[in-house]
């Protein structure tokens, strides 16, 4: 399994239900990677996707604890049992988790590949991500130059869980 996520220096990825910065460089390489792939998400951030309606070309699994939600066009989760059992149904697709907060909190341990948006700037955050800097079973296997846009500057970074 593996997440995605843009990261402040201090590690934070939002604030009041929204991301810190939207990066349109950022946002292509989301689509390009998990286009034809399954998203596991939280009600919340499904919610915040345009008309809160799933992105075209991916599978999306929303992890919530709301048992009357009815999401339309998702395939709805309530743990983290149920979760592993129905990804065996999606086999040959990658996976990757692509938040809220505490979805990447429960799914952390069970993903192998972190691919981090680091921006290279602070900014106000409710909404905090592990820093994987910090964590000794991961590591920095590849580290993109520096990049800009629409004056934001930030760095593609992949972290993989140690062997």
């Not at 048992?67 to 709805?76: D, K, P, R």
């Not at 129905?86 to 990757?96: A, I, N, S, W």
Request: proline share 5%; aromatic share 10%.
């Amino acid at each position: 399994m593996n997440l995605m996520v843009a990261v402040d220096e201090q590690w934070g990825i939002g604030k009041d239900g929204d991301l810190l910065r939207r990066i349109p460089t950022d946002m292509k390489r989301f689509r390009a990677m998990t286009m034809g792939n399954v998203l596991i998400l939280g009600r919340k951030t499904l919610e915040s996707f345009p008309n809160k309606k799933p992105l075209p070309n991916r599978e999306h699994i929303v992890l919530t604890q709301n048992l009357a939600y009815h999401g339309e066009g998702v395939t709805l989760c309530h743990d983290i049992d149920d979760l592993t059992q129905l990804l065996k149904k999606f086999d040959g697709k990658e996976v990757f988790v692509a938040g809220g907060g505490s979805v990447y909190q429960q799914l952390l341990p069970l993903c192998q590949n972190a691919y981090i948006t680091k921006i290279h700037d602070i900014y106000p955050a409710d909404t905090f991500f592990p820093n994987l800097d910090e964590l000794p079973d991961w590591e920095i296997v590849d580290e993109g130059e520096v990049l800009e846009d629409e004056g934001v500057k930030f760095s593609f970074v992949l972290y993989q869980r140690k062997k």
